[in-house]
């Protein structure tokens, strides 16, 4: 299947400005467009700088963290969808799981979220992903699937066409413990079928779908070569270069 694939990296609270754009640099000195895409999920302070570095680059492209379910108005703090579209942001990511937890985003929250980022064109990463109990408990599946269904499923098939899905197990997310391919392979599995269910076998077979959760270069291939596996979502390996051209490497 012809699905797009991905490495994005999600800087996370880490790089002050002049890292950043270091890090940056060194990225866009050393990848190829290989067909492939990398993504670069910087904070918002560097988004606008870093746009500026990988324009010549058709295989970087720029992620935001997060944004605000309102347009405008008077939410201290937040970031509005137009500014982000404003300096060339192309990707958000919603939903992840230090969001959920720290931040309280639910369910709910987030497909208001997920309708802002649409409507303002810009294209959605959408975190799912079980805490350890759940998966101990053997109802991981049910429980992602009830992610999805909440913040997802209200979207026309248009609209859900533009999504990318990122799996990430909350027990492999800066543990160092990574879920194996196979358990990787039976989530992604799972997802892609609830989606044929809900939107058809044409739009299943072309969400891509990354996994997230101590994605290494040493892992990265045995993750991105199982069928389902489109790529992955990167924390801590994407904040060094060596490492993250390595994993976008790795299909
Ligand atoms: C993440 O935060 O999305 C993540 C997967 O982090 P790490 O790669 O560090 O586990």
């Given at each position: ?96 799981s230090e969001r959920r937890q ?92 609830l989606l044929a269910e809900k ?53």
């Amino acid at each position: 299947m012809n699905r797009l694939k991905i490495a994005a990296g999600n800087w996370k609270m880490n790089k002050n400005f002049g890292e950043g754009l270091a890090l940056t640099q060194a990225l866009v000195a050393g990848s190829e467009d290989t067909g492939n895409l990398m993504i670069l999920g910087t904070p918002y302070i560097h988004l606008q700088t870093v746009g500026g570095l990988i324009s010549n680059s058709n295989h970087i492209k720029l992620a935001a963290q997060n944004c605000h379910q309102n347009l405008k108005g008077a939410y201290t703090g937040e970031i509005s969808i137009s500014m982000l579209q404003s300096v060339g942001v192309e990707y958000v990511i919603l939903g992840h799981s230090e969001r959920r937890q720290y931040f309280d985003e639910g369910n709910a929250l987030l497909a208001e979220k997920v309708n802002t980022v649409l409507e303002g064109g810009l294209l959605p990463i959408f975190c799912c992903g079980e805490a350890l109990p759940i998966r101990e408990a053997g109802t991981h599946v049910e429980f992602v699937a009830k992610q999805l269904k909440e913040s997802l499923f209200h979207l026309s098939a248009e609209d859900f066409s533009k999504i990318v899905i990122a799996y990430e197990p909350i027990w492999a997310i800066g543990t160092g413990v990574t879920a194996s391919p196979a358990q990787a392979q039976e989530m992604h599995q799972a997802i892609r079928a609830l989606l044929a269910e809900k939107y058809g076998n044409e739009i299943a077979d072309a969400t891509s779908i990354l996994y997230g959760g101590s994605v290494k270069p040493a892992n990265a291939k045995d993750l991105f070569s199982q069928p389902d596996v489109d790529g992955g979502l990167v924390g801590g390996a994407s904040l060094k270069p060596d490492d993250f051209i390595a994993i976008y490497n790795s299909f």
